[in-house]
């Protein structure tokens, strides 16, 4: 539950009048014991961090102070500042010459006062709501550089570290208190920090023209890259300021249809790069990185006759430009925090809670420019993450599908770690250093042309990473159940068309225990008709477009749809007969009851040549077991009868060139359910190879 610049409170009564607000804290009532603001009140320590508590409003339009907010019923997690951590502060505002001396009297106007004030203060709480509980470090990630699941009162996500001695925990930086954290209060915990948790809140955009503005070593040659292709105004892209001010106004419904779910209260839009360093670049040109010019990297990568297909005129903003092409395959269009940068729930051998990898995972993300797939790979037997990383698996019937070895020009490049402190912490995206150069060649999309690519669907859809969406980790009604606005609302899914009678409601289902893969699962209901551009294809080949599927739902609520396929999203072609989802793989479950499927499933045994006849029989008939690689509780998806794929479209695709999927109810009958977890695009020489069946992962 968050307030504030991120919302409005949820727990709390608003009363508008005249464009200022009045947060009735008195449901908010105290709990025996010492409240927040009780505990920094009594020690001195925390003076001037009380001040700014009185002086600070919850939002621009509020007339509650943060003091009051703090002395109230609530889940609060505060990294309090010292007043020597907040002189420190001042003393580099000083040093920076951004104010006149070292003191608040030093301050050149009040907007600057304030806003300083505001940052301080709203970086350093973070509201959990009613239905949530306060953190403490016990309940920090324990992945290193992970983001804390709830944003702070400034809406931005703090990320954790941990120190390599001394049980040391940094917030973004910053250093807690050894001996003063993890002060249970009534309303929350506290934790004292050494230094002013100060994200930075300038965009990847201004960060690039920064960096040539002041001629700072790091990233400079992407910044003249960037530059040179025109991609720095799209990367100053923070929010969508007209959804915004619709749901401020009530425009975009909360809660919607048969299940209880709410909007998304924000439309942001973020970035991820993966930059070569200046210290690659040095090393490779052999100068210092602040006298290379866009000319030195034209002539560098014509030498190695980088993207030969692409113009090689000087019209880099083009994006048929060898340069652009370049340049682009280096960014995302969502922002990955570097926990996120692969997702993982319930893959084999996973543990969260001891921080354990299990079997090999990998996310493929198209990227900026023209549409290229990037891969990015994690395992258990090599810390960190790589892009595109194609090793040789252990990946047999009886494998455990980890990682055996990696052939030499397979290895792919390591993803150092971003730098979040001050000004290279962006408010819209995050910048990864890499120490090789990043291509799409021809042996990447070679490589990458001889796997199957699975997409969990939600990573087709940026928005679901810029706006936390994807596998929430927060578990309340609000992040659990999310309904995406209907395109006559507000066009919420830049890739996706939702017809009139199209609800389409994504569930978390943290802790459920569904047979999903990552644990979550998109439910479209309504007479619906839904058109989906789908990931560009690697390599030009026969693909087969399967789909993952359960059968049945609630009470044989799944429904029967008709796919459609092609180039143009306007006129897609129908392909084969509509699809069945009250199929399973050993009986259709109707409303009226069950009936045998005849599809051929039948669970495993320890002979493995008739396991093979048996997938041969599903396949025949357009079906597969579920991938072996996640679990629900103690049962593998394959070993599961109520999920399968099913093989919807076998068709040559292209590379370079957009395919559409479209799919549309057949029955009418508006509480019919479409089910989507996952998608695979599956090569011919995968799927048919006569000498290297596919695995069953």
Known sequence: MKYGIKGFFFSVIFTLSACTETVDVSTRYEFEGRTALDYIMLHEKYSTYEQLLHQVKVSSVSKTTVAQLLDARGHFTIFAPTNEAIQAHLDTLYAQHEIDAPAWEGFRDSLKLDSVRRMIVLNSIIDSGDDYPAFETIDLPVTQDAEIPLPNMNDRKLTVYYGEENGDIFINGCLLDATQRDIPLSNGYLH??????????????NFFSQILIDRSEGYHVMAMLVKAVGLTDTLKKYRDEVYEKRYQQGLIPDEWYTYEGYAPQHRYMGFTCFAETDAFWSETLGKPALDITVQDVVDYLTDRNIYPDARKDQNYCDEGNFLHRFVTYHFLPEKLSKDHLVYHYNEEGYNENMNARGVAMCDYYTTMGQRRLLKLYECAENEGTFLNRFPNLDNGRSGNYHELSCDPGKEGIFVGKPDLEGKNSLINGYVYPIDQLLVFDDETARNMGKSRLRFDATSLWPEFMNNDIRCSKITDERHLRVCIPKDVIYPYLADLR??????????????????????????????????????????????????????GGVMGNRGIFQFYWGEDPDNLAAMDIPLDLMIGSEQRSTKAGYFPSGIGWEQDTDDDDYNINVDKI????????????????????????ITMRRIIIKKKMEANK????????????????????YLELCPKSVYDNPYEPEDIW
């Open 192 to 205: 004292a920090v050494k230094q002013v948790i100060a994200p930075n809140d300038i965009t990847m955009g």
């Open 498 to 551: 939702l017809s009139d009678d199209t609800y389409f409601i994504y569930w978390t289902a943290r802790g459920w225990g569904w047979m999903n893969y990552l644990g979550d699962e998109v439910n479209i209901q309504g007479n619906m008709d839904v058109t989906m551009r789908l990931p560009p294809v690697p390599y030009t080949d026969t693909y087969e477009l399967r789909y993952s599927c359960q059968n």
């Open 618 to 641: 599903m396949r025949n008939k357009g079906f597969m077991k579920g991938a072996n690689i996640y679990r629900a509780g103690s049962v593998v998806a394959r070993k599961s009868s």
């Open 658 to 677: 957009m395919y559409y999927l479209r799919f549309k109810a057949c029955l009418d009958d508006p509480k019919r359910e479409f089910y989507l977890d």
